[in-house]
């Protein structure tokens, strides 16, 4: 909401509310995907279910985006997936529904998890890989980036460090905790 008030183009009332609708239309989205989900004489096994998942997740991710609410489709997918755990540890779907499916949303994210380690996550890195032009980047400028991350690194340990502080841990479990808690990925 006030990034499109910040840098918005359009009317002012629409800009405002563009967060609500985000909000709102996510939630509705999600819970109509675990409505869908719930039915699990449609979705009868492991494969299928992940599938649907999946799938529902990635339409209401690019529908959104298409839309201009790409906050909308995040939220979908989030909520579609909480709420369809919900829906198949309780058997809900009336007719429509196999019954309690107690390790259904164990199953999903296990699957969900190897398609994540195995395809997206490679294909994420190499896309992102073959995006950057190491050419225009200047000598100076990669000394100074590391230096920026290093620092960065220890100012969040140090902050980790003292945010522990009177918790009645040891001192080796605070570094623990502040070593733990440094960024992976950056």
């Known amino acids: 909401m006030c990034i499109g ?23 509705t989205l999600g819970g109509l995907g675990a409505l869908l989900l719930s ?3 449609l979705w009868d096994n492991r494969a299928k279910r992940c599938v ?24 979908a997918s989030l909520v579609m997936a909480a709420a369809s755990a919900q829906l198949w540890a309780k ?3 009336g007719s429509l529904s196999i019954g309690l499916l107690e390790h259904a949303a164990h199953e999903a994210e296990e699957d969900l998890c190897a398609i994540w380690r195995f395809v997206a996550e490679p294909l994420l890195f190499s896309v992102i890989g073959a995006a950057l032009d190491l050419s225009k980047v200047s000598g100076g400028s990669v000394e100074k980036a590391i230096v920026l991350i290093l620092v960065g ?7 980790a ?3 522990t502080f009177g918790c009645g841990l040891a001192l080796k479990e605070r ?4 070593l733990a808690w440094m960024p992976k990925a950056t």
Request: glycine share 14%.
């Open 52 to 75: 649907a998942l999946l799938l529902l997740g990635v339409i209401f991710t690019f529908s959104s985006k298409l839309a201009h609410f790409s906050g909308a489709g995040a939220l």
């Open 39 to 41: 039915c699990t004489r």
């Open 161 to 163: 460090l003292l945010s």
């Open 91 to 93: 058997g809900f779907g």
């Open 175 to 178: 570094v623990f905790i502040a």
């Open 153 to 159: 690194v220890v100012v969040r340990c140090v902050v």
């Open 5 to 27: 008030l910040a840098i918005g183009t359009g009317d002012i009332i629409l800009e405002a509310l563009h967060g609500p609708i985000n909000i709102v239309a996510g939630g």
